[in-house]
């Protein structure tokens, strides 16, 4: 037994006792050397080897937490797919089996919608027309045209001169039945309305569609804003701005101020304004004492002044007192009993023209007015010491003598 030969029989015994035993990389070696050995390369790869083995282990295990995780998910989606699909058929039900009612809603819905529009459309038409008008704080309210009224010497009215023939009334002093008989016939929500009527616009459409008689739907309150500031002209932007100034009258004044500027105004024909000087015009007598069916002839004038005027067609101004006096008793202001003792009145005759002694006396009057004063600017009230009794006999007198002689002149006929 050699001494080398046992050499690395011994080392390979101390390797396998626990001792770690470095490979060696230099000199010379038997190859016929069974001893165990690693190469660099063979570290190198073979650490590679183990890295993409944990790496495919680390991809696997990922994979399976991916896999757990979509079955966990997918119940989920299966539930609200489910329920988005019957979200999506519940619509199509309600959509077959809407029927009428369906129909209706969507009708309601659109009549809405209209609305709207229409409200926005009405509301910039408003805002443009109200643009092109004047502050309000420059609105005044303009001034009545003075009258002169002339008085014999026992204080009874000879004449009354000026534009609107007669002096203004408050309502106090008008005959009750005057403000009663124009608010039943021009405006009987008068007291409840703030300027415009939707009830009347809505009830004189109606009618005017239907083909009856035409109504035009404006209030007291519209009426007296068109005669105070603007032309009768019909354009929608004079509508618009009456509309606004009705709003500012009822906002400025009473309704009983704007009820008595009303009646102190408004024409009543034959070159008449107010019921003072209509009431003087057509009975020979204040507004203060004139009766029911007088106070109706009066109102019945405002729908057309000179066509209904009783010194014009006496018969058209009691039809039309006789449809006053039946709102009248429609509205609540009068009795049965006053409907018919009004309606058994003889019809009003006035003159077609104003004639007579007082009238030569007035115009007399008035040229010393004239030139005492010069014109007047505001109401005026002229005493003289004519006496009408006086000069209504001499009248008649001078009438006779004329007649007796125009008879005189005159050669009877031949047979």
């Known amino acids: 037994m050699s001494l080398n030969g046992g050499m690395p029989a011994r080392m390979a015994a101390k390797g396998k006792s626990g001792r770690r035993v470095e490979p060696s990389f230099g000199g010379a070696r038997d190859e016929s050397d069974d001893d165990f050995h690693l190469d660099a390369d063979d570290r190198i790869a ?33 539930t609200s797919s489910r329920q988005a699909s019957s979200r999506k058929v519940k619509p199509e039900k309600r959509r077959s089996g809407g029927g009428i009612f369906g129909g209706l ?14 409200a926005i459309g009405v509301g910039g038409v408003v805002l443009y027309y109200g643009s092109k008008m004047p502050s309000a704080s420059s609105w005044v309210i303009p001034d009545r045209p003075p009258n002169i009224k002339i008085e014999s010497v026992d204080g009874s009215v000879l004449a009354n001169r000026g534009a609107t023939g007669g002096e203004a009334l408050s309502l106090e002093e008008m005959s009750p039945y005057l403000p009663e008989a124009v608010v039943a016939i021009e405006d009987r929500r008068f007291y409840s309305h703030f300027g415009v009527d939707p009830l009347g616009l809505a009830r004189a459409f109606v009618n005017n569609l239907l083909g009856r008689s035409v109504q035009g739907g404006s209030t007291i309150t519209q009426q007296l804003a068109k005669n105070l500031f603007l032309s009768p002209e019909r354009t929608l932007e004079r509508k618009v701005q009456e509309v606004l100034l009705s709003f500012w009258l009822e906002h400025e004044f009473t309704k009983d101020q704007i009820l008595a500027m009303y009646l102190n105004r408004m024409y009543f024909g034959s070159n008449t304004y107010g019921v003072e000087a209509a009431s003087r015009r057509y009975f020979n007598k204040s507004a203060r004492d004139i009766n029911l069916g007088e106070a109706a002839t009066i109102a019945g004038l405002l729908k057309a002044p000179s066509r209904l005027s009783p ?22 202001f009068i009795t049965d009993s006053d409907l018919k003792k009004a309606m058994s009145q003889p019809p009003a005759k006035a003159k077609s023209m104003l004639s007579g002694a007082q009238q030569y006396a007035a115009d007399m009057v008035m040229d010393e007015v004239k030139r005492l004063i010069g014109e007047p600017k505001k109401d005026v009230v002229v005493q003289t010491t004519i006496d009408e009794r006086l000069e209504t006999a001499a009248d008649k007198a001078l009438n006779d003598i004329l007649k007796r002689k125009v008879a005189r002149s005159t050669p009877p006929r031949q047979p």
Request: hydrophobic share 35%.
């Open 46 to 78: 073979g650490t590679a080897r183990i890295s993409k083995r944990a790496r495919r282990d680390d991809d696997d295990e990922d994979q399976e937490e991916s896999l757990d995780r979509r079955e966990r998910v997918r119940p989920s989606r299966d």
């Open 105 to 118: 809603r969507r009708l309601v819905y659109w009549c809405i919608v209209l609305c709207i529009w229409g």
């Open 311 to 332: 010194a014009r067609d006496p018969e058209a101004a009691e039809a039309r007192a006789q449809v006053v006096l039946g709102t009248m008793r429609e509205v609540g």
